[in-house]
């Protein structure tokens, strides 16, 4: 086989090796690029959990001040109805003028009713997408944290200098390495 033949084995040995290196590189770097992603995308589930609870505030006190306003509308309307049932010399604490006082309370309460479940039913639901976005971070955070960019590296590194000393014990085996001059 001869120096040439050394030589060449040599060479290829030495590119199987800088490969494995690069390969190595790659792999740490690409697992460290797999990690920060992970952790980015945690970060704006975060982000969006908040958002989803402040929503959720939004719908309770939009709520808030529906019945607000419901209730100085029926103040205002049971006010026009004692004033007027009063000009009009009706006794409000018996008959159908209690009817009418009553029924009006009764219809503000339901209006309140409605107004405050469907104000919690909104908070609700966005209280349940954060917490949706907040599982998501979590996994997104565990998912970095079980990323090894060390690991990735090696693992690469250790598969190609099997690969190199195979190849080693390939030519060697073969008397590729073999420089006397007799062969």
Known sequence: MGIAAGTIGQTL??????????????SFYGARSQQISARGAAAIADINAGQSELAAQQELARGNAQV?????????VKGAQRAALAANGVDLGVGSAAETLTSTDIQKE?????????AVRAAWGQRMQATNFTNEALTKRASADSISPG????TSLLGGATQVASSWYTLNKAGVFNTSKGA
């Open 151 to 154: 690991m990735a590296g090696f």
């Open 110 to 118: 339901e209006d309140i009713n409605t107004i405050t479940a469907n």
């Open 68 to 76: 607000a306003a419901v209730t100085m509308r029926a103040g205002q």
């Open 13 to 26: 040995l030495a590119g199987q090796a800088a490969g494995a290196a690069a390969s190595a590189i790659g």
